[in-house]
T-cell receptor, first 113, second 113 residues
Framework: AQSVTQLDSQVPVFEEAPVELRCNYSSSVSVYLFWYVQYPNQGLQLLLKYLSGSTLVKGINGFEAEFNKSQTSFHLRKPSVHISDTAEYFCAVSGGSNYKLTFGKGTLLTVNP | NAGVTQTPKFQVLKTGQSMTLQCAQDMNHNSMYWYRQDPGMGLRLIYYSASEGTTDKGEVPNGYNVSRLNKREFSLRLESAAPSQTSVYFC????????????FGPGTRLTVT
């Protein structure tokens, strides 16, 4: 079985500040890790993914995440956020057959002017 | 390509009524999924179909049935709607190749009164 814990349900920041959204996972098998973003009243869109290789993964809109196997973490970072980054962010893990994803409960990022 | 489409976008039902949520994808993906999203709960898997002709229960299948009509379409049926099924429902698909990435539809917002 696998699980995902997003440590913060809400993160308020000011525009142009850096941000880190934290994600920890547990799994008994090798994992694939994802961050999705959901803008208000929309579906989910993939930000970035880790499947193998370099542990630092770059995604769309200037986001990046680092896979840390020893700490079972996959934190999402952006050095300077914009108002338009206001959204809910979901961390997800896949590690079994049937390509199922297990999602965290989400972190609402609010960027204030 | 339209990607993943869902109908309807909004629906209000009375307790005990039935309805079917429709999902279709035009990306020739093998696997399809139904999730529900509730505030503070993230996305929870209801049912999935690893390939045409197969369906399996996810985390929260009670009160739902599914049909994988063909490779493109995967429908979700509520036989007797209950207020606890008030939620936003998302359909997703994945190629079942080496990406594990799921592509999401825009969602159906269902209210059961």
């Amino acid at each position: 079985a696998q699980s995902v814990t997003q440590l913060d349900s809400q993160v308020p920041v000011f525009e142009e500040a850096p941000v880190e959204l934290r994600c920890n996972y547990s799994s008994s098998v090798s994992v694939y890790l994802f961050w999705y973003v959901q803008y208000p009243n929309q579906g989910l869109q993939l930000l970035l993914k880790y499947l193998s290789g370099s542990t630092l993964v770059k995604g769309i809109n200037g986001f990046e995440a680092e896979f840390n196997k020893s700490q079972t973490s996959f934190h999402l970072r952006k050095p300077s956020v914009h108002i338009s980054d206001t959204a809910e962010y979901f961390c997800a893990v896949s590690g079994g057959s049937n390509y199922k994803l297990t999602f965290g409960k989400g972190t609402l990022l609010t960027v204030n002017p | 390509n339209a990607g993943v489409t869902q109908t309807p976008k909004f629906q209000v039902l009375k307790t005990g009524q039935s309805m079917t949520l429709q999902c279709a994808q035009d990306m020739n993906h093998n696997s399809m999924y139904w999730y529900r999203q509730d505030p503070g709960m993230g996305l929870r898997l209801i049912y999935y179909s690893a390939s045409e002709g197969t369906t399996d229960k996810g985390e929260v299948p009670n009160g739902y049935n599914v049909s994988r009509l063909n490779k493109r379409e995967f429908s979700l049926r509520l036989e007797s709607a209950a207020p606890s099924q008030t939620s936003v429902y998302f359909c997703a698909s994945t190629p079942q190749a080496n990406s594990y990435e799921q592509y999401f539809g825009p969602g159906t917002r269902l209210t059961v009164t």
